[in-house]
C-alpha cells in the first residue's frame, strides 16, 4: 500500500494531468467569494477518467477504514460530494445519503436524502475542502438530524488555518488525499510551474482573502 505522501503526491500528479487543478499565477481565477486566486480545482472532472475514478475511490475508501474505523453508511455532500460519495459507499458496501445545500422547495421538504437509522457512524465524503464551510454545514445538518458523524474525507483541501480551526471548533476530524503544499512540492519538481510562481503560490495561501488587491 502506498503511503500517505506518496498518495499526496499521485493524487496531486493526477489532478495537474487532468487539468482538474489549473494553477495560473500570472492571470488569477475569481471564486464565488470574491478572492482572487491563483488556483482553481474541480474535482468533478476525475469522474471522467476511470483510471483516476478507481484510484481516488479506492484511497478514499481505505482512509476512511483506518482513520475511522467501523462505519456505517456514507454521505455526501451536494453536489460534487454525492458520486464521490456514491463511489466509496460502493466500495466499502455501505448504505448512501446526501446533504443538500439547503431544504427541498416543494414535496418533502428534504435536508437529507437516503433513508438510515441514526445508530449507524457516518463519515461525510467531500470533493474540495476550503474554509471547511460547506463540508461542516452538511455535518452539522446531519449531527442535527440525529447522526453521529464519525469524521470527513476529502479527495483536496488548501489546507487554510481557517478552515483547520473550523473542523476542530467543530470536534469533526478529518482526512484528506492530497493537499495544496503537496500539489505545489509536485509542481515545482516536475517543472509545471516556475520558482518564482512557485513563492508567489504560497503566499496566496498565507493571506487569500487579500491577495491580489
Known sequence: MLTYSETEQ???EFLLQIKAIKLQPNNPFTWASGWKSPIYCDNRITLSYPTIRTYIRQQLSSYIQEKFGAV???AGVATAGIPQGVLVAQELGLPFIYVRAKPKEHGTGSLIEGEISTDKRVVVVEDLISTGKSSLQAVNALRDAGYNVAGLAAIFSYGFDV???????????YV???NYNALIKYASDKQYISEADT??????REEPSTWGK
Not at 163 to 172: I, P, T, Y
Open 72 to 74: 456505517g453508511c456514507i
Open 10 to 12: 499521485q493524487v496531486a
Open 199 to 204: 513563492d508567489m503560490l504560497r503566499k496566496w
Open 176 to 178: 484528506t488525499l492530497s
Open 163 to 173: 478552515a483547520e480551526e473550523n473542523f476542530k471548533n467543530a470536534k469533526c476530524p
